[in-house]
């Protein structure tokens, strides 16, 4: 401690010239009119919309940057431990309005652009969203570094800046799913910093020979080298100076072109290294649920992993500290087993590079990783053929071999002679090829392995690393509930409601949104009338701004006068969108068959799905072009088109959401028990008062803990039941005539051709008249069972609007705030490190 040093000329100068925070909005006007004049090199009379967003966008990165600057001069000045998130998707979604929440310069920036002439709403919405991810795991860790943020803990994230993020979806007149490029980066990207003086070399292929003097060290040569050039994006927390730093790289070729190659006349030849090096960031693989073993996925792993290592390395060198005290100094959280390359590659840094001894090398790396798991699906099992991983990372494959060898030795010593415990904990799966399985390399090369949600958290511990917590102990496997941060899904999605909130509970709305659990306040208010027609009224408000954005968008007319059934999520088989699919066809055969009394008393409802497929899931593609035709007849039917309308709403994205979630009466979490690891979107939706119809799966089992389970609609078979149903499906079958005729019915309609002329469904429908791997015919009946109570329910509107206040109200352990917590403590051991 000591006087700061200034390193050239007059400290008073500098201070003088030292840019602070906007505060007015004559402030604010003149730093969007210096950055249309300026960085935009435009003339007040030709600013559209999208100008007008620049410019606001880059005087709001403006203040970012001073308290960004700020929070790492902290960081550097009390050298905290750190914590690094690697994550292989940060979904992140638009900015500027979460920039200007966070920094509490809301009104001022819509005070100022109203001067200007411009509509603060119209500016918002030129904004195309970061959709750097595929769903659930990467806006959950766009949650955790908002919430890191805005409890001032020393977070990191390390990601890959792809050039195209997830694909946009097109649906095709017969209701395909059509993909195009996601070309984000386009207009510019004013949320991040270039930081083209921070550079690494990653190398792939080449040779790796071991030493022969015994130290078990490497030299590893040859092959192709890559440059990473980092990215970083600021992280503002909520109500707080803290802006962490999200580091994204970007792969460039080591030379720019080959200059002899170019010289000889040779222009193809020259630009060639180029393109293969550019294209490890390139573009986003759009898969949720399964690994295909490809080269570029691979190397887009290890350059991410690679790089990130060699940054915290360096981090960690400047400080001079014995390498010893590495896990002192830094916590690393493997998001999914995609990073998992970061385990081998702490071990060669150290043991090639630093020459440790593999003791102790591998003392620093079990202390420094901790993994979240996301998936107990076996196809979602990330594993690396070893003839690949030979090939692109030879000197990892040995370091593998070797951590095996080691493992699989103390197994054997606690377990003499079992050779079968030996084969299924072993790193590589025997087969041909043999694969290394990830999920074993993480767990046995981390401090703690957590699932993320309780449920989920058992059936890690119990299927598919039992073997693991029975060699290793309980207390190394350990459960964080997921969470999503409050600001971005309640204030910022449905500020009507946020504020009716705040006036509530008479207390600052930055003192609610940091402590969620005071939502209990509202509790007493549920029995106060005026209070549920605030409620109401701003619930309805919500469904006529999605209905106007449907018609805006698609030009399609939403009625805003009946329940809204909402079921948005990549579309899979294990989430059953098929279910429900299957439901509204019944709900409308039932329809047809009604007399107009029997009509008067049905409730309309409009049901929206969304989501986006793989582009190479089969069935999950034909499950949206059955919606979507399911659709055109439904809504042209006139017999029943005032009581049900569906839609699919093309290009589901985080902005979708936040029209979607606020309008919302009842939202469909309906997995098959046992296979929904958390899920999040069901807490967003509860957050915002929507009622939550689903399985007892995932985090719907804590919810309704939480909010009581009259509040939630739950059906179906539990997950100890599954296993049997499948066996019993394989070596005891029931025709799906027997077992469940309403849906034998709904599916021989389906063939009949209600929804067009063809066969193009039976695919699909034989998935479940066959195997049924999803149990849909052994919950078709619970299901319809449960819609039926929901219509029930909502008879009674003021019984409804109890429950949706009741929910929201117990919704308080959610917040990704106390999530992150628990990461921080239990996990990380790293502490808030405010600065004034
Ligand atoms: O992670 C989701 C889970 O399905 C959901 O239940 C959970 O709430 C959420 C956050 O914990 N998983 C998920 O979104 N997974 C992926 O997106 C994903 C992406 C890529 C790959 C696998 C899974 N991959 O192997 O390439």
Redesign the pocket.
């Known amino acids: 401690a000591g006087k700061e040093q200034w390193p050239r000329g007059e400290e008073e100068v500098w201070r003088a010239g030292i840019r602070g925070l906007d505060k007015t909005v004559d402030d604010i006007t003149k730093s969007v009119v210096n950055h249309v004049q300026t960085s935009l090199a435009r003339q007040a009379y030709n600013i559209d919309d999208l100008g007008a967003y620049q410019a606001a966008a880059l005087s709001v990165r403006d203040n970012l940057l001073v308290n960004w600057n700020e929070t790492q001069l902290n960081y550097t000045k009390k050298n905290p431990k750190r914590a690094y998130y690697l994550s292989?998707?940060f979904l992140m979604g638009r900015t500027l309005d979460n920039a200007l929440l966070n920094l509490g310069l809301k009104d001022e920036y819509k005070d100022g652009v109203q001067k200007l002439g411009f509509s603060i709403e119209d500016i918002l919405d030129k904004e195309r969203d970061a959709a750097l991810?595929?769903?659930?795991?990467?806006?959950?860790a766009a949650c955790y570094l908002d919430s890191g943020s805005s409890t001032e803990l020393p977070l990191w994230g390390y990601g890959l800046r792809y050039k195209y993020g997830i694909f946009q979806q097109l649906i095709s007149p017969e209701g395909n799913q059509l993909e195009a490029p996601d070309p984000w980066l386009d207009n510019q990207n004013p949320w991040e910093l270039p930081r083209l003086d921070v550079t690494y070399e990653i190398r792939f292929y080449g040779r790796s020979e071991r030493s022969h003097d015994g130290s078990g060290r490497a030299v590893w040569a040859g092959g192709q080298e890559v440059v990473a050039v980092a990215y970083d994006v600021m992280i503002p927390g909520y109500g707080t100076k803290t802006t962490n730093n999200l580091r994204l790289w970007e792969s460039r070729s080591k030379r720019g072109f080959d200059l002899n190659s170019f010289n000889a006349g040779n222009y193809e030849g020259a630009v060639e290294s180029s393109n293969s090096a550019d294209a490890i960031t390139s573009v986003l693989?759009p898969?949720?649920?399964?690994?295909f073993g490809k080269e570029l996925?691979l190397k887009q792993q290890y350059f991410w992993t690679a790089a990130s290592l060699a940054d915290i390395m360096r981090r960690f060198k400047n400080q001079n500290k014995p390498l010893a005290q590495f896990p002192d100094f830094v916590a690393i959280q493997l998001n999914?087993t995609?990073p998992t390359l970061a385990i081998p590659e702490l071990m060669r840094i150290l043991i090639d590079e630093e020459d440790l001894t593999w003791d102790q090398a591998w003392t620093i790396v079990t202390n420094t990783f901790f993994y979240?798991n996301?998936?107990v699906l076996p196809e979602?099992l990330?594993k690396w053929p070893v003839p690949l991983l030979e090939h692109v990372l030879p000197r990892h494959l040995q370091i593998i071999y070797d951590i095996n060898l080691f493992f699989l030795q103390a197994v054997e010593k606690k377990y003499p002679g079992d050779r079968e415990r030996l084969a299924r904990m072993s790193l590589i799966e025997e087969g041909q090829p043999k694969q290394v399985r990830m999920a074993h390399l993480a767990a046995i090369g981390s401090r703690k392995v957590n699932g993320?949600?309780e449920l989920?958290s058992d059936l890690v511990r119990t299927t598919i690393l039992k073997d693991f917590v029975e060699f290793e102990g309980l207390s190394k496997y350990s459960n964080v509930t997921?969470g999503i941060t409050p600001r971005r899904w309640l204030d910022q999605c449905n500020p009507e409601l946020s504020a009716l909130i705040t006036k509530t509970l008479a207390v600052d709305k930055n003192v609610w949104l940091k402590d969620l659990k005071l939502l209990k306040g509202l509790i007493p208010h549920a029995e106060d009338a005026d209070f549920r027609k605030a409620w109401a009224a701003i619930k309805q408000r919500n469904k006529e701004r999605l209905a106007a954005h449907v018609q805006s968008t698609l030009g399609l007319t939403v009625r805003t006068d009946a329940m809204f059934d909402v079921q948005i999520k990549?579309i899979h088989e294990y989430k059953r969108q098929t279910l429900n699919i299957l439901g509204v066809i019944h709900r409308y055969l039932t329809l047809k068959v009604m007399t107009p009394e029997e009509k008067a008393k049905v409730n309309p409802r409009v049901v929206f799905f969304a989501g986006k497929a793989a582009p190479a899931y089969y069935i999950a593609k034909l499950t949206i072009r059955l919606i979507v035709n399911v659709a055109k007849v439904i809504n042209g039917d006139p017999d029943t088109k005032d009581y049900l309308q569906l839609y699919f709403l093309p290009d589901y994205s985080v902005s979708l959401a936040e029209v979607l979630i606020p309008a919302s009466d009842i939202s469909q979490h309906i997995s098959t028990a046992g296979t929904?690891?958390?899920?999040?979107s069901n807490m967003k939706f509860c957050l915002n008062g929507g009622l939550l119809l689903g399985t007892v799966d995932?985090?719907n089992i804590e919810i309704a803990e939480e909010v009581g389970e009259s509040n939630v609609f739950f059906f179906g078979h539990l997950t100890p039941a599954v296993e049997d149903l499948r066996y019993q499906h394989l070596y005891h079958p029931v025709p799906i005539e027997e077992k469940c005729p309403a849906l034998a019915n709904v599916l021989n309609q389906i063939s009949s051709g209600l929804f067009g002329n063809d066969d193009i469904y039976e695919p699909l429908l034989n998935t479940i008249r066959q195997n049924d791997y999803y149990l849909l015919s052994d919950d078709f009946d619970s299901y319809i069972a449960a819609l039926a109570m929901v219509d029930e329910a909502y008879q009674d509107k003021e019984e409804w609007i109890k429950k949706s206040i009741n929910t929201t109200a117990n919704m308080g352990k959610f917040s990704s705030d106390r999530a992150i917590l628990e990461y921080a403590e239990s996990f990380w051991n790293i502490e808030p490190t405010p600065f004034k």
């Open positions: 292989l998707e991810g595929n769903g659930g795991l990467g806006r959950l693989y898969n949720d649920h399964t690994s996925r999914d995609h979240t996301h998936t979602a990330e993320v949600a989920h997921n990549r929904e690891a958390s899920g999040t995932g985090a």
